[in-house]
Structure formats: C-alpha cells, structure tokens
C-alpha cells in the first residue's frame, strides 16, 4: 500500500537558520503530494502541495518539489522563523478516493 | 467562509463506553474523512463519506463506524472503548485532493 517515510526529528534550529526535512514515498499509482503543519493545540493546515512530477509547491517562504525518480517531496526553508515551531507532517493521496497517508511527523523548535 | 467544525473539543470517557464525535464541513463540500491521531504519530485513516455513502475504510475494528446526513454533515461512532482508543479524531472537508481540517477532537479514555 502507500506509505510515506520522513526524517525523524526533532529538529531544533536557530533563527534565520535553513530547514530541511526529508519525505520519501511509495505508491502504486501516480499521487498528489502535500506538507501540513500542526501548530501546538491545533489541528491540521495544508502547507502547500504538488499534483505531478517536477512542480514545485509554495507558501509562506517554505518548497518543496515532487521527484518522481526519487519519489521525494523534501520540504525546505531559507530562513526559519521562531514562528515555524511546529509539527509538519509529509502526506500523499491517492487518485481514486483522495485518502491522505501521512508520515509519522517531524517537530521542529525554532530558537530566537 | 467557516472552516471545518468539530464537536465537542474535548471528551473524557471510560472504558466500555460509546461515544459520537460530530464534524459540519466547509459549505459546498461533499467529501468528509475522519482520521485518528494517536499522541507523536501522523493521522491514521478511518472512513470517507462522499454524497453520504462510505466510499473508503481504513484499517480500523468494527466498533468504528460513521454516517453521513444529508446536509454533508458526519457522525463518527465508537463503541466499547479501549485505552488505545485514547487520540485526537480529525475530520477533514474536500472538494476534490486538497483536504481542509477542522480543529479535533480530544478522546481520553480512562
């Protein structure tokens, strides 16, 4: 079945500091991938996402580009913010019902 | 617009009990989910409802279940609960790929 695997964390970082997290996936068909975040006490909120190989996702200073040859969607920002202090969370969802597969989450502490 | 509402925030329950977590999605949205997450761990999925019939199960036990009323709104059911049952339940919206989340529900089970 689908499956998605992300550096395990946490993750602690100055601020101004560049952020990487690793996603791999697999899948048996072809499909669409995303990052959530989950700020403390709160639910889930979509982060960005790419819908076929090569696109690149975008939003609030955060990327992330689908690879097909290396099923990746590594999530990175230039310079982090005490703000993004979070748990973020690398999904896939299939084409037929749309059910998300998350990975196991990665928490991230930024230091002011 | 509003979001994804879920009721109520926070549950204590015991052991053996039932409860019902209720989820009302973004206006226009056909497609609810319901996910569990259990403490450190990503969302696991339970059901999707799409027009109110159930269009996709995970792997959880028959004393899981979920319905869907005509107004899009959803119920999800547990019965005979379990320590393990212990998480925060998510109810998600959606169009077509892009799910919106609401806030949660707390279970704890004693």
């Known amino acids: 079945g689908d499956s998605v695997t992300q550096m395990e964390g946490p993750v602690t970082l100055s601020e101004e500091a560049f952020l990487t997290i690793n996603c791999t996936y697999t899948a048996t068909g072809y499909p669409s991938l995303f990052w959530y975040v989950q700020y403390p006490g709160e639910g889930l909120q979509l982060l960005l996402k790419a819908t076929k190989a090569d696109d690149k996702g975008s939003n609030k200073g955060f990327e992330a580009t689908y690879r097909k040859e290396t099923t990746s969607f590594h999530l990175e920002k230039g310079s982090v913010q005490v703000s993004d202090s979070a748990v973020y969370f690398c999904a896939l969802s299939d084409r037929i019902d749309y059910k998300l597969s998350f990975g196991a989450g990665t928490t991230v502490t930024v230091r002011a | 617009d509003a979001g994804v509402t879920q009721s109520p925030t926070h549950l204590i329950k015991t052991r053996g009990q039932h409860v019902t977590l209720r989820c009302s999605p973004i206006s226009g949205h056909k497609s609810v989910s319901w996910y569990q997450q259990v403490l450190g761990q990503g969302p696991q999925f339970i059901f999707q409802?799409?027009?109110?019939?159930?269009?996709g199960r995970g792997n959880f036990p028959d004393r899981f279940s979920a319905r869907q009323f005509p107004n899009y709104s959803s119920e999800l059911n547990v019965n005979a609960l379990l320590l393990g049952d212990s998480a925060l339940y998510l109810c998600?919206?959606?169009?077509?790929?892009?799910?919106?989340f609401g806030p949660g529900t707390r279970l704890t089970v004693l």
């Open positions: 409802y799409y027009e109110k019939e159930e269009r």
């Open positions: 998600a919206s959606s169009l077509k790929d892009e799910q919106f």
